[in-house]
T-cell receptor
Framework: KAGVTQTPRYLIKTRGQQVTLSCSPI?????VSWYQQTPGQGLQFLFE???????NKGNFPGRFSGRQFSNSRSEMNVSTLELGDSALYLC??????????????FGPGTRLLVL | KNEVEQSPQNLTAQEGEFITINCSYS?????LHWLQQHPGGGIVSLFM???GKKKHGRLIATINIQEKHSSLHITASHPRDSAVYIC?????????FGKGTLLTVNP
């Protein structure tokens, strides 16, 4: 099976622009989570989706949003980019057939640089 | 105080040494994950556990739910084990991460 894929892998934007990142989970996986990783804050949870529904959201401003499609692919959007949004954005997928905690499989990440 | 505390932050070992990384947490959880991240960013899940102990090759993970503590052990460490090891607690479909332990194993 193919792993989790994320596009694009690298992105350079300027302050005030918006960006959309895409994540394709492993085939059959229905849960997708998004994370932000920075040198200062480490890994932080953004949101989690299952069957097109957001089940939990991290402590990020409303500029960060996401969605999941019926094929389980997910996108996240950041509007009005700030310098501090420069980070590695990771998504992870899991089967989540039983509704509890499951092993997460991480994508390679999208490295976003905001100038 | 962070919800997830890892120690040590940095660890340097000689090849062959036994290594222990600790993780303490302060919230209720459904599971705890140990992750490995190599330079360049890729994250691999090593273990997910909610009780007891798991072993995979030279890696062993234990968790004590009552004490809210988990340990990751590496036996017979090797330079290829050099990476950042991250503990994460799982609650209500959300992972909360420790700051990570940078492990360097010298030949």
């Amino acid at each position: 099976k193919a792993g989790v894929t994320q596009t694009p892998r690298y992105l350079i934007k300027t302050r005030g622009q918006q960006v959309t990142l895409s994540c394709s989970p492993i085939s059959g996986h229905r849960s997708v989570s998004w994370y932000q990783q920075t040198p200062g804050q480490g890994l932080q949870f953004l949101f989690e989706y299952f069957s097109e529904t957001q089940r939990n959201k991290g402590n990020f401003p409303g500029r960060f949003s996401g969605r999941q499609f019926s094929n389980s692919r997910s996108e996240m959007n950041v509007s009005t980019l700030e310098l501090g949004d420069s980070a590695l954005y990771l998504c992870a997928s899991s089967l989540n057939t039983q509704g509890g905690a499951e092993t997460q499989y991480f994508g390679p990440g999208t490295r976003l640089l905001v100038l | 105080k962070n919800e997830v505390e890892q120690s040590p932050q940095n660890l340097t070992a000689q090849e062959g040494e036994f290594i222990t990384i600790n993780c303490s947490y302060s919230v209720g959880i459904s599971a705890l994950h140990w992750l490995q991240q190599h330079p360049g960013g890729g994250i691999v899940s090593l273990f997910m556990l909610s009780s007891g102990k798991k072993k995979h090759g030279r890696l062993i993970a234990t968790i004590n739910i009552q004490e809210k503590h988990s340990s990751l052990h590496i036996t017979a460490s090797h330079p290829r084990d050099s990476a950042v090891y991250i503990c994460a607690v799982d609650s209500n479909y959300k992972l909360t991460f420790g700051k990570g332990t940078l492990l360097t194993v010298n030949p």
